[in-house]
């Protein structure tokens, strides 16, 4: 059993829902982002899901894009996003979960990208741009390191393809909430349970809601009926909001915090 499997297993003992904060390496400067791996931890993240920047993110929305903007300029790298991982992972076993585009994995390698990431602690990966029926490059040799690639899908996903992909997934599934880029409205939790609760009886493993989670009582939402609830844009702008500032910790910390009371309080 991997880190994502033994997390989601502890907390479904614990009859918990799980709090997966998005972040995009680099943003403002890989130092910084490892003191906030380590922040986001000590506030409750049960997972975390590191974007790796690009110059296209062509899913993502003026907040997150603007972040890979930032994280380019202070001269992010691939392999140095492995490096701050390599030592975070010293410190914690919260699973830790790349995402980005498949540009950078496929300049870089699939195989040697496998292999140098399940050393460094990476536990699974995210391509956004990666149909699953184009994906035997890369899913080989994630699966011999030991790396689940995680499986999107989306409201407009046809129901066979849900089942057939939901049946293959890894990890967990990615929910994307809505239609459009990230960041680009606030969700309606009511409109998509159903949806979720199909994607659920379809699945082996926890399911997971993103986009448009923007506060406490989103989280709190969408953790009545998902088993995860990822927040990226909101705790994007925070970190946009107070950049090099001696704050900028507090207030990830505060703020993920306030997202981890959310999702307990729809358990109680």
């Known amino acids: 059993m991997g880190r994502i499997e033994a997390t989601f297993e502890r907390l479904r003992q614990n009859g918990e829902k799980a709090l ?4 995009t390496a680099g ?31 062509m899913a993502d929305g003026p907040t997150i894009q ?8 202070s001269g992010t790298t691939l392999k ?18 790349l995402m980005g585009y498949y540009n950078q994995v496929f300049r870089y390698g699939p195989e040697r990208f496998a292999s140098d990431a399940a050393k460094a602690g990476v536990d699974g990966l995210l391509l956004v741009d990666l ?14 390191a030991g790396i689940r690639l995680i499986t999107l899908l989306a409201p407009t996903t046809p129901p066979d393809r849900v089942r057939r992909l939901a049946a293959a997934a890894e990890g967990y599934v990615y929910y994307v909430s809505m239609t459009g880029v990230t960041g680009s409205r606030q969700i309606d939790a009511a409109a998509i349970a159903d949806a979720v609760a199909d994607v ?13 989670i923007a506060s406490a009582a989103d989280a ?7 088993d995860a609830v990822v927040v990226g844009s909101a705790l994007v702008k925070v970190i ?19 997202l981890k009371k959310g999702i307990r309080s729809a358990a109680v």
């Open 27 to 57: 943003d403002p400067d890989l130092g910084h982002t490892e003191t906030l791996l380590h922040a986001l931890v000590d506030a409750g993240a049960d997972l975390i899901e590191l974007g790796f920047p690009f110059s296209d993110p």
């Open 200 to 212: 659920k009886r379809e699945c082996s493993v926890p399911v997971a809601v993103g986009f448009g």
């Open 66 to 73: 603007a972040s890979s903007e930032r994280a380019l300029a």
């Open 131 to 144: 149909p699953p029926e184009e994906s035997a490059e890369v899913s080989g040799a994630l699966k011999e």
């Open 20 to 23: 997966i904060p998005f972040i």
């Open 80 to 97: 140095g996003i492995l490096d701050v991982v390599r030592r975070v992972r010293k410190h914690t076993n919260v699973p830790i979960v």
């Open 240 to 258: 946009q909001a107070y950049g090099n500032s001696q704050d900028l910790t507090t207030q990830v910390q505060d703020f993920v915090r306030s």
């Open 220 to 226: 709190a939402a969408v953790a009545g009926f998902a």
